[in-house]
């Protein structure tokens, strides 16, 4: 057993924390965050040069990865974004090149992968009209047209869908079930509308199709199977992100528990403090252990990998947002400046929760893998 | 990254066999009602049958690699340990983490005069730690050892020692040195059987007796029997009660969460089957992800052991975790059976022969036992986050 990165994983971090510190760092972040756009495209394909968006991209697509799993490869990844808060498309654009390599033709491998693994594409999911992962909610409609489609409705709280070149559209189609279609940016009767957020580090949009067409070959074949796997592989990419930024904003609380004098000592020899720190910590085992495992699972397809992703979906950004809000509380009044970057993290949780599925959508799932597993007699 | 336990060779299927097969031929019938947790017998006749049970394991040559001073073959221990818990009767009699103070700090001597009698089962041990005035501040402990010739003379008072009305032997803590704190504590092996110890009994909440008090009037203990030097006792203890932390919690048997499920099926809310209902189905997916988790912190450990990366907040991290998510579950499990749950062990109306109720009542005992849980949260923040030291009153 080696529950832990290997030395490759190690430098991976050590390379992105350095490239990220130079590069774009939280305080950079926070630099552009009251600017209408937050995407930095050279940045990005920078990050692209170091495997960004490549450890799913199969190697005759111009991907790789640094170990034999590109999961936990890009674990560590999205713990170094996370840390820095980064606004960039990580978490939709490995979720499309996953899905494309996973479901998608020769053709449409091709024409996206290479160009999402150098960066040069970034991608959005437009998943539902409400942001929840329901066939229910999904309003965008596709039609037949000819041989291809046609797309009318909206998809809401897309991240990074006004930087997209390339969206991965969930429809309803003309039968029963979705359709999932590749839809190029700019096209004719597409248009975006960015939203003026709670989460100040990334940006979200409401995309309206109104006649949008693209070809038969656009479509992804495989139906919701293709929106279980994209919701998988974004739950265990963000529940990472949580645990990066959760793990920066802990030591930077603990840091000032140890600074700041009140009373004629420092905050962090009150009981008070010191055993909230410490619950804080427990959680933040918790949540890592949680994604870990769900990369893990996830990627080598262990038999629990459904379990697994749904235990980080019902835990991971919960316990974020949790230890967020309790950041603030122990910083106090500092805490609750706009110049101070607890509330970016506060706020960043408040989003994560919701998105791929909040954390009751997850409970809900896992007491039914629960349920399918229990004898009838009731396990006594 | 993985979580594999390396597979156990075929080869060894013929050990396996042969060791069910013993077992179950000298697994004794016991009067006593086994439960949830750390528990005793309250009966003499069974200490004897589990004394019997354990002695002809032992002869037939299964030694558990925690009371020999050389591991044994990887395999054969796992399968050991699988078969023993699968048995379902106690394997270890006692409280053994003597045994690990004895292979750190005992002499050859030591060692070879008290680990095999334990491995036997012909020596049962009890642990002399906690005082009424020191429980989770156990370095204020007053029990005192003072020097006398070839002997030590205790006298003082230690209680919640487990298995002490059954006990041969005692890992006792006691003050030796004229210094307050842990500088003054020294280890010992105690005869349990030397006079003016006198060894009573105490009633718990749940209506069980697993612990004692332990009272000691000039009780003579020889010099050789201390284990360490004087003044180590705080470093001996130290090793064996981090084994002890770590250790909480790794019960085995049915799925907690799906013993939930259960109950949820078989009891109503509302007029439908609990498990139906919104918030109980949040409740328990909820204790499901706690519950993995706890399994995935288990295995950061096993890793962190291996690399020799543990830190101090590690093993009260866990202890924290099974013990809390423990206590949440059996208290969600009672509120499934609605007014049902006040029926306990012995009433016709009860639900599964009471075992609920007596691990409800039982809970308190992980989140105290072992250094309690706001102890743990001291470890946590100090040595494992470098706050500093709370400061310790005038009294």
């Known amino acids: 057993m080696d529950f832990g990165f290997g030395e490759d994983q190690e430098l991976l971090r050590s390379t992105t924390r350095r ?56 674990v560590v990844l999205a713990e170094e974004l996370g840390r820095e808060l980064n606004p960039g498309p990580f978490v939709p654009c490995n979720v499309s090149a996953d899905a494309i390599a996973r479901f998608g033709t020769e053709v449409q491998a091709k024409e996206h992968l290479p160009r999402l693994a150098r960066g040069e594409t970034t991608s959005a999911w437009c998943l539902s009209g409400d942001g929840s992962p329901e066939p229910s909610a999904v309003e965008v409609r596709a039609s037949r047209s000819g041989d291809g489609w046609r797309l009318e409705g909206v998809a809401r709280y897309v991240h990074a869908a006004a930087d997209a070149t390339l969206l991965l559209v969930t429809a309803t189609g003309p039968e029963s079930g ?25 940006r979200f949009a409401e995309v309206h199709f109104d006649g949008v ?136 949780a408040k989003v994560n929760q919701v998105l791929y599925g909040d954390g009751a959508w997850h409970r809900e799932r896992l007491i039914r893998l629960v349920e399918a597993a229990t004898a009838p007699s009731g396990g006594a | 990254m993985d979580v594999i336990v390396p597979a156990i060779p075929g080869t060894y299927d013929g050990f396996r066999a042969t060791l069910r097969a013993f077992i179950a031929e ?35 040559g299964y ?12 395999h054969e221990q796992r399968i050991l340990e699988q078969e023993l818990v699968a048995a379902g009767v106690p394997h270890v009699l006692g409280n053994p983490l003597v045994a690990g103070a004895l292979k750190h700090f005992g002499t050859d001597e030591q060692r070879s005069t008290y680990l095999p009698p334990m491995a036997r089962g012909d020596h049962i041990w009890t642990q002399l730690f906690s005082e009424p005035d020191a429980g989770s501040d156990l370095t204020s402990l007053q029990t005192r050892a003072g020097r006398d010739g070839d002997d030590f003379v205790v006298v003082g008072q230690k209680v919640w020692s487990t298995w002490a009305q059954w006990s041969d032997y005692g ?46 009037d000039e009780v003579r203990v020889p010099a050789v029997n201390m284990i360490g030097a004087p003044g180590e006792g705080w470093r001996v203890a130290g090793a064996s009660l981090a084994e002890e932390r770590s250790n909480v919690g790794g019960a085995g048997g049915v799925d907690p969460v799906q013993r939930l499920v259960g109950l ?23 204790f499901a992800a706690r519950s993995r988790i706890q399994r995935h912190l288990g295995q950061r450990m096993a890793t962190k052991a291996m690399k020799g990366q543990i830190t101090a907040a590690d093993a009260p991290l866990a202890k924290i975790w099974f013990s809390e998510l423990n206590l949440e579950m059996v208290e969600a499990a009672l509120a499934l059976q609605g007014a049902r749950s006040m029926a306990v062990e012995g009433d016709e109306l009860t639900v599964e022969d009471g075992r609920w109720q007596d691990a409800f009542l039982y809970a308190r005992a992980w989140t105290i036992a072992g250094g309690s849980n706001e102890i743990m949260r001291n470890l946590i923040a100090e040595r494992g986050l470098g706050l500093p030291r709370e400061p310790r009153g005038q009294s």
Request: glycine share 10%; proline share 5%.
């Open chain 1, 19 to 74: 490239f990220l510190t130079e590069h774009q760092s939280l305080a950079d972040v926070r630099r552009s965050m009251e600017e209408p756009d937050l995407f930095d495209p050279v940045v990005w394909r920078q990050g692209a040069d170091l495997g960004w968006t490549a450890m799913l991209v199969p190697a005759e697509h111009e991907g790789g990865s640094v170990t034999g799993q590109p999961l936990v490869d890009l």
């Open chain 1, 178 to 202: 979705v359709v999932n279609l590749l839809v190029p940016r700019p096209s004719a009767g597409l248009t975006d509308r960015v939203l003026t957020g709670l989460d100040l580090t990334r």
């Open chain 1, 213 to 348: 067409t693209v070809p038969g070959a656009a479509e992804l074949a495989g139906g919701w199977a293709v929106v279980e796997r994209c919701l998988s592989v974004a739950t265990v990419l963000q529940a990472a992100e949580s645990v990066g930024a959760a793990d920066h904003l802990f030591t930077a609380t603990v840091e000032y528990a140890k600074k700041r004098v009140q009373f004629g000592r420092t905050i962090g020899s009150f009981q008070a403090i010191k055993h909230r720190l410490a619950n804080l910590l427990i959680e933040l085992e918790g949540m890592r252990a949680a994604a870990h495992y769900a990369a893990l699972a996830l990627g080598d397809g262990l038999p629990d990998a459904d379990e697994a992703v749904a235990t980080a979906g019902a835990y991971v950004d919960d316990a974020f947002a949790h230890l967020a809000g309790e950041a603030i509380q122990l910083h106090g009044g500092i805490g609750f400046t706009w110049e101070h970057d607890v509330h970016l993290f506060v706020r960043r």
């Open chain 2, 26 to 60: 000298h697994k004794p019938t016991l009067a006593w009602k086994q439960r949830t947790g750390l528990r005793v017998p309250d009966r003499a006749a069974d200490v004897e049958l589990l004394r019997t049970y354990v002695r002809a394991i032992h002869d037939a």
């Open chain 2, 63 to 74: 030694v558990l690699d925690r009371f020999s001073a050389e591991p044994g073959d990887p």
């Open chain 2, 171 to 216: 890992y006792l803590l006691a003050r030796t040195e004229p210094v307050e704190g842990p500088a003054g504590i020294s280890a010992f092996i105690l005869d349990m059987r030397s006079p003016g110890v006198d060894v009573r009994p105490l009633r718990e909440m749940t209506g069980t007796t697993d612990f004692n008090e332990v009272f000691f």
């Open chain 2, 264 to 286: 949820a099926r078989r009891h109503n809310r509302g007029g439908r089957p609990a498990v139906e209902d919104g918030a109980v189905r949040q409740q328990i997916g909820g």
